[in-house]
């Protein structure tokens, strides 16, 4: 069967604050033009929203130069931030800064609680009246290039190919989309992300990126412990002083609360588990009194950039862009990244519309890159830069030096330093760190992987290939396990890894429960070889995110 086409002038892979934003841009400046510009979007979830999850607290920066009358629309910030602490976890106690001590970008007068989810469904809204297509359901699989190399579209995953690699009955081939202009924005470790970077070279002049791993939940708490508006974050306990991480709680509307936990995915330690850290934090006695009385009504998990303006690769290439999360625009002292993602994306879209309009412009649109460089999203990175980095002299020699240079300098220093590593390269042998006991879950504040992963409205359909590729299948056994202690066990938020063996202990066997997939990409970022390949599973497969 040959796969049917569709023709646009901008493809863009990606439902999420960065691709809608630039559809949404894209039609704006048609319609200032009186111009057609055919757009449409690519979003591997169900539906638009369903595999965003993030904090989240709204900057709203973006949202008013692209949309001046969002209120009017009805657009779903709905808890203007109206208190703020930040606290320095001990194990059994802490203690706050005092919010004038802030640096400026932790400080989030006028910025909005929000469910990232459901504001793409509200953009979503918007760009469809706008008239953009949005064909959720369908992921991006496959890269297309024209003769001379330049990206040229993509295709969709073929359906209905069973767990042997065979078509099945319900076999439908993949649709390619084919476009003047294609954007990438998959969010964090996109899969063709990945690919474009290695092909066209751009992170050559680049850091390599590094990560953290933000888990979440979503909670209905006692009325009498909520307040709507308040955000606060923590540092410290549980993780150790040598491990980048800490928490967020923000108090939504409806005596809501989303908590959550981000470990940096440099950790050394590979009896670390993400998960586990994150449910022992809830039972901190300054932490625990938020949630007894409630329930806990989502989970999900996610990676996120962490590297800023040292890891921005190249942004543009022959017949494309990266755009948002794809490229790394999240500004880690703000603890944000949806404006500069959705400013990227309009970047881009102004820079395509005027090559559109070009018969002879360059199919590589350097005038984005140009326009990104002189705008006020690289200036934020740039000021950020130094304080991820920071962070290698430990938790109080990195907040010493993030109050100098984000408080008296702000941001400004003449130097600029390297993260100086890779992820996935900075574990430690397993007889050489200290294990970890942690607490047993007791279902009441704390929780299990299977339950929450089964929270998270998790599924894949059971007869297709495993999308979590090993380049090869023995280094789990013969490498991961002897020296690392199996730390893809530990490292997954969702249970997908384990290790099997017969009943006398013998013959260890690496299994992959695909299924409990919530495409977080952990496993990609921080196997220790780089041998476990995330790619896209069947269009629609994955978290169903609510309110998240």
């Not at 439902?15 to 200032?32: C, D, M, N, T």
């Not at 938020?493 to 290790?499: L, N």
Request: hydrophobic share 35%.
């Amino acid at each position: 069967m040959e796969r049917e086409f569709m023709e646009y002038d901008v493809v863009i892979v990606g439902g999420g604050p960065a691709g809608l934003a630039a559809a949404i841009r894209l039609k704006q400046l048609a319609e200032e033009a009186g111009r057609e510009v055919a757009v449409c979007i690519l979003e591997k979830g169900s539906e638009i929203g369903a595999h965003i999850l993030s904090g989240a607290v709204l900057e709203p920066r973006a949202l008013n130069e692209l949309i001046p009358d969002w209120k009017e629309k009805g657009a779903p910030l709905n808890a203007p931030v109206s208190d703020e602490k930040f606290m320095f976890l001990t194990e059994s106690g802490g203690f706050g800064v005092p919010n004038a001590l802030l640096p400026p970008p932790m400080q989030n007068h006028g910025n909005y609680i929000i469910s990232l989810g459901n504001f793409c469904r509200w953009l979503g809204e918007q760009a469809e009246a706008a008239g953009v297509e949005i064909y959720p359901g369908f992921a991006a699989a496959e890269v297309l290039y024209t003769d001379d190399g330049a990206v040229a579209g993509v295709a969709t995953g073929d359906m209905g190919v069973g767990r042997d690699g065979e078509q099945t009955a319900n076999y439908q081939p993949g649709i390619e989309l084919r476009a003047k202009y294609t954007f990438f924005g998959e969010g964090c470790r996109g899969s063709l992300g990945k690919q474009l970077m290695e092909k066209f070279g751009l992170r050559a002049d680049a850091e390599p990126q590094t990560y953290g791993i933000g888990l979440k939940e979503l909670w209905e708490i006692d009325p009498e412990q909520h307040r709507q508006g308040l955000v606060v974050h923590t540092a410290g306990w549980p993780l150790g002083t040598d491990t980048y991480g800490g928490s967020f709680l923000y108090h939504l509307e409806d005596n809501q609360v989303a908590v959550g936990f981000v470990v940096g995915l440099d950790y050394e330690n590979p009896h670390l588990s993400p998960f586990h850290e994150f449910q022992r934090f809830k039972l901190h006695p300054k932490i625990r009194p938020y949630f007894e009385g409630g329930k806990r009504i989502s989970y999900g998990a996610r990676a996120l950039n962490e590297g800023g303006l040292q890891s921005l690769p190249q942004l543009a290439f022959p017949g494309g862009v990266l755009i948002g999360c794809e490229a790394g625009t999240l500004n880690m002292p703000k603890i944000k990244g949806t404006h500069t993602a959705m400013k990227s994306g309009m970047l881009a879209a102004e820079a395509v519309f005027e090559s559109l309009a070009d018969a002879d412009a360059s199919n590589r649109l350097t005038g984005y890159q140009t326009a990104f460089n002189g705008s006020w999203v690289h200036d934020e990175l740039h000021k950020a830069r130094n304080v991820r980095p920071s962070f290698k002299w430990g938790l109080w020699g990195g907040t010493l030096y993030t109050g100098i240079d984000q408080v008296l300098l702000r941001g400004s220093a003449p130097w600029t330093f390297s993260h100086g590593h890779k992820d996935h390269e900075t574990l430690k042998p397993a007889d050489q760190c200290p294990e970890i006991d942690y607490p047993k879950p007791d279902g009441v504040i704390t929780f299990d992987r299977l339950s929450s992963v089964y929270l998270s409205n998790t599924n894949h359909e059971e007869n297709q290939p495993v999308h979590l590729v090993l380049k090869d299948p023995s280094v789990a056994v013969d490498y991961n396990l002897p020296k690392y202690d199996a730390p893809e066990q530990r490292y997954c938020p969702a249970g997908v890894y384990e290790i099997v063996r017969n009943d006398d202990g013998s013959n260890p066997v690496l299994l992959i429960n695909a299924h409990n997939c919530v495409h977080c990409k952990t496993c990609d970022i921080k196997d220790p070889t780089q041998n476990i390949n995330w790619v896209t599973p069947e269009g629609g497969g994955g978290p169903n995110y609510p309110n998240m």
